[in-house]
């Protein structure tokens, strides 16, 4: 889920993270086996709150960062219009190569509106609500939260990731180097490495090289 609120150079923050079966997944899900604690959950939400605003700036002309002590040019976040638009959003990025090649091809999730204003989440099968006011602005149609939700959608519905433990991060910056670039995606791990957020690699193993 994320609410809507206004790795450092040098870190090696870095866990192996390998695709499960999908027997054992779906053992996993038979047998009742208890998750650990989401502990880093907040972490994750601070750095991509400050990485969101970096992205906001852009959008507002600002494009000219200062990231991990270097100056870099971010893309501005771009603001979708519609609950179809965004809808046709998360299918591209899924369809892009560098997705495709890290974790296949997957379905893309339905996207519905939820009451409130202020969080979206990722619902199984393969769901993510967002809110969509009336009025005022509608923030769950953000690439920033998309991209959150979507890295969601692929970790749950491929057993790779669950909550926000490391393997998650490491999706949502596949996701956002292949949207939106090498530079944005830098930027979001400098703020998660001084958030303190560990983030794993996603590394594919024979029982999904097929796939």
């Given at each position: 889920m994320r609410v809507a609120l206004s790795t450092g150079p040098g870190q090696d923050r870095t866990a192996t993270v390998r695709w499960p079966?999908?027997?054992?997944?779906?053992?996993?899900?038979?047998?009742?086996?208890?998750r650990p604690r989401d502990a880093q959950r907040s972490r994750v939400y601070r750095a991509e709150d400050a990485w969101a605003a970096r992205l906001d700036a852009a959008r507002l002309g600002a494009v000219l960062a200062t990231v991990g002590g270097s100056r870099v040019v971010l893309p501005g976040e771009r603001r979708l219009g519609s609950l179809d638009a965004a809808q046709g959003y998360v299918a591209r990025?899924?369809?892009?190569?560098?997705?495709?090649?890290?974790?296949?091809?997957?379905?893309?999730?339905?996207?519905?509106?939820?009451?409130?204003?202020?969080?979206?989440?990722?619902?199984?099968?393969?769901?993510?609500?967002?809110?969509?006011?009336?009025?005022?602005?509608?923030?769950?149609?953000?690439?920033?939260?998309?991209?959150?939700?979507?890295?969601?959608?692929?970790?749950?519905?491929?057993?790779?990731?669950?909550?926000?433990?490391?393997?998650?991060?490491?999706?949502?910056?596949?996701?956002?180097?292949a949207a939106l670039g090498e530079t944005a995606a830098f930027a979001l791990r400098v703020d998660y490495g001084q958030a303190g957020v560990q983030v794993g690699r996603v590394e594919r193993t024979t029982d999904r090289a097929g796939t």
């Open positions: 079966s999908v027997e054992r997944v779906r053992s996993q899900a038979a047998e009742g086996v208890a990025v899924l369809a892009l190569p560098a997705v495709v090649d890290a974790v296949g091809v997957l379905e893309p999730p339905a996207l519905r509106t939820r009451r409130g204003a202020r969080a979206a989440h990722w619902e199984a099968p393969g769901t993510i609500a967002l809110p969509v006011p009336v009025h005022g602005e509608p923030w769950g149609l953000r690439e920033t939260v998309l991209l959150h939700e979507l890295a969601h959608h692929v970790g749950e519905t491929t057993g790779l990731a669950h909550g926000h433990r490391p393997a998650f991060p490491a999706l949502v910056l596949l996701l956002v180097g």
